[in-house]
């Protein structure tokens, strides 16, 4: 059974940190890409980062570069893959709710959520001024 699980989300304030983790099994994910999108509420889903099978090659969205990191720990049994979320500085207009994708490896880093195959449930982040 494919599952992606997010934990981490939580109630902070602007300026504070949080770190997102997803926790995949199921497949091979660590030849995976994987990627985190948000969304808030009446907004469409927002690239967030993502990041390739070896974790050297990750990508950012524009909102989020210099303050948000991710990278990934691969299991070596080959069958899990924990990716994680490191967001620092919050702002207010960082809440949403934080989902976890992923999809079999290409030779580029996809951004677009439709180019994901699988997908966590989400875990909502809320940042109060």
């Known amino acids: 059974q494919v599952q992606l699980v997010e934990s981490g989300g939580g109630l902070v304030q602007a300026g504070d940190s949080l770190r997102l983790s997803c926790a995949a099994s199921g497949r091979t994910f660590t030849t995976f890409t994987m990627g985190w999108f948000r969304q808030a509420p009446g907004k469409e889903r927002e690239f967030v980062a993502a990041i390739n099978r070896n974790g050297d090659v990750t990508i950012y969205g524009d909102s989020v570069k210099g303050r948000f990191t991710i990278s990934r720990d691969n299991a070596r049994d080959n069958a899990k893959s924990t990716v994680y979320l490191q967001m620092n500085s919050l702002k207010p207009e960082d809440t949403a709710v934080y989902y976890c994708?992923?999809?079999?490896?290409?030779?580029?880093?996809?951004?677009?959520?439709?180019?994901?195959?699988?997908w966590g449930q989400g875990t909502q982040v809320t940042v109060s001024s």
């Open positions: 994708a992923a999809r079999s490896p290409r030779v580029y880093v996809p951004m677009s959520p439709a180019e994901y195959n699988y």
